[in-house]
Structures are given as C-alpha cells and as structure tokens.
C-alpha cells in the first residue's frame, strides 16, 4: 500500500531559506580572486552549482513532511519516500509516494481472561540439577592394570598412521587422549579399540571419508599402528554431604537441597511469568487481522539476520557454518527465520498501535503493567 501526497514551494520560499543557508555556509566556499567568506552567492554557485538551492528545497520539503506524519499518526512509513519535483512558473511541486503499512482495526485487547501458567519444581528437578552439579566434578582416574576398554573410557595412545604403507603428515601423536563413544577419529577407529588393555598394540584399519579434507587422503585405506600407553576412567563423585560442602556453603546435603529448590522456585516463577504474559500477547495478536506489508517483514527479516551473523561472527561461526552443524537445511532455517519476522512484525504492529491508542509509555515493562491491569490472569 502506498500514501501519495503533494507539496508545493514558491520561488520566493526557497530563496528565503537559501539565503539564510549562503549567510552560515557560504564562507566554505573558495573562489579564485575572492577572500575566504567574500565570494557572492551568484558567484559561487556558479563555481558549484546550486549549493544553496537544493538544501533550501531539502529542508522545507523535511520540515513539511514531518508535520504531515504527525497530523496523520496512523501512516506508517516503511522505507524512505520516492519524491519527484516538477517546476511550474515560480512553484515547484513535490510528489511524495511512501511505502507504508496498511491501517488495521485493534482487536480485543482488554478483558481477557488467561490462566497463568505455572511451573512446578518437584524433587525430580532438584535430583537432576544435582546430577549436573556431580557431573560437572567429575574427575579422570587411571584404570586397574587388568581393565578393558569400554564405551565412556579415554583411552590414552600413541599412534602412527600410514597410506600404502607411507606415513602421511598429521597421522603420529603421542599420548593422545581420545574418548571412546566420541566418534571424534574416522570410520571404526574407537570401535577397534574397545576390549583392549594397557600396553596393547593393535592396528587399526580405517577408511578416510570420501569427502575427508585432506584431498590426497580422501576415500583411501588407513593403517594405524597404535599402543595403548594408558586408561582413564571417569569418576562422578557420590551426591552425598561432601558433595554439599564442595559444592556449596552448606555443610549437609539436607540444607543443599533446599537452597537448590528455593533458587529453582525462584526462576520458574520468572520463567511462570514471561510465558503467561507471552500467551496473554500472544491472544491479542491473534484477535488482530493484519495485512502486513512483505516489505516490513523483510526488513525485520534482514535485521534479525544481520544480528544472528554478527552474534556468530564473535564465535568464529559463519552463519552456513552454523545451520550445518546443528543438522538443519539452510532454506528450511531461512523460512523459519522469516516465519519469526512475520510474528515478530505482527507483535510490533499491535504493541504500538496499543502504545498509540492507550497513550502509555512504549517501555515494555509499561506496556506488560497496562496489559495486566485491564485482563484477568486466572
């Protein structure tokens, strides 16, 4: 949808204005055989060209078309106008068509009656964050002499890696520590591991992948010849007293154990909050019919595609590189992305139409104060 509005200049207006920029800006200006300052305006636009015309015209048509959106509140620009200048006799007329989002009616905001969500901290909980504190302590102890590798162990080798029986750059380590389950080494290299003991040699044959980096080794068989120099086992300390006074200020598991649901009471009665409030938004959109202009939604589309790329530029992450690794397709992750700036264009809309009519401060925690004051959360 498109707003088309006229304006229209005199000669006389413009060169009001256009004096009164020669009068500050005109000393800028050099000219041949004047004194910095002393050059008439005549003269130095014919030296530059309309230096003191156009800006004149620019800051009239500004001052204008501000005025004109304030009168007219409900004409949201969406990009910059297109303006088209016609000279008649001693007036010049502006033609300004602006891109804009088409006015839409508020849905029912007020009186609503939504049921809170609540989130519930059972004992569960508390185990399972337990659970990730021990884990976090979880220590690395040298295996009996006897024990076999198995899945969760790290086995710690020495290995040299060859191609038709040549040893290739990046294939010999000493003392690496590999994890067994990790599938961080090639084809079935830790699988061949399992079972084995401190002090076994194995070759382990392996098959680079097709699409391995390294194009000489790429798809060609591997043999390496490793010794098990070592076995690490994974130690979680037992979720008991002395668990508490490592973990925390507490001297007993007991007295742990409360403070840990006090603190996850605390944040699911936060988290409780945001997602009533979000079903609350969320109902009102919903009860809100918009014809949002594809331009909105591409501008929010790129913004938030800009923040996305600038936020994994900081982890060295491209964002390719990034939908890669989490397993997702780049064109489903663009459309999601741009379903999100649909949402999201939706919720602004309604938001600031609420904050317009209502003539509340466009803060949001003044907006969610309003919203809860004239609905019922049940």
């Known amino acids: 949808m498109k707003d088309i509005t006229k304006f229209i200049f005199t000669e006389a207006e413009i060169e009001t204005v256009a004096e009164a920029i020669y009068a500050k800006d005109g000393k800028n200006y050099k000219v041949q055989g004047f004194r910095p300052g002393k050059a008439p305006r005549k003269i130095i636009e014919q030296n530059h060209g309309p230096v003191f015309f156009e800006p004149a015209l620019n800051s009239l048509f500004n001052k204008a078309y501000g005025e004109y959106l304030k009168k007219n509140p409900n004409i949201r620009a969406i990009d910059d106008p297109e303006v088209e200048i016609k000279q008649k006799g001693d007036t010049y007329e502006l033609t300004v068509t602006t891109d804009i989002q088409p006015p839409f009616t508020l849905g029912k905001y007020k009186g609503l009656e939504i049921k809170a969500e609540k989130l519930a901290i059972t004992d569960k909980e508390v185990d399972r964050f337990l659970e990730r504190v021990a884990l976090d302590r979880t220590r690395q102890v040298a295996a009996p002499k006897d024990h076999k590798i198995v899945k969760g162990n790290i086995a710690v080798i020495d290995f040299v890696g060859s191609v038709n029986g040549v040893e290739f750059q990046g294939g010999t380590a000493k003392n690496h520590e590999l994890e067994i389950g990790t599938k961080s080494f090639i084809d079935t290299f830790e699988d061949q591991l399992v079972g084995k003991k401190v002090g076994d ?171 809860k004051e004239v609905n019922k959360i049940c």
């Open 201 to 371: 040699k194995i070759d382990i044959k392996v098959t680079f992948p097709k699409e391995y980096h390294a194009k000489e080794l790429a798809g060609k068989p591997a043999l390496f010849k490793t010794e098990v120099r070592n076995i690490l086992i994974k130690e979680v300390p037992k979720i008991d007293d002395n668990l508490a006074k490592e973990s925390s200020e507490f001297e007993n598991l007991v007295d742990y154990k409360k403070d840990i649901k006090a603190r996850l009471e605390k944040q699911a009665a936060s988290e409780s909050e945001k997602l009533t409030m979000d079903k609350l938004i969320q109902t009102i959109c919903d009860n809100t019919k918009i014809d949002i202009n594809p331009k909105l939604v591409d501008n929010q589309y790129q913004q938030d595609m800009y923040e996305i790329e600038q936020r994994l530029a900081q982890t060295g992450f491209s964002l390719e590189d990034y939908v890669k690794y989490n397993g997702m397709d780049f064109d489903v992750f663009k459309k999601n992305q741009r379903e999100q700036a649909r949402q999201r264009t939706h919720f602004i809309l309604v938001i600031d139409a609420i904050v317009k009519k209502e003539g509340i401060k466009s803060d949001f925690a003044s907006i969610e104060k309003f919203l």
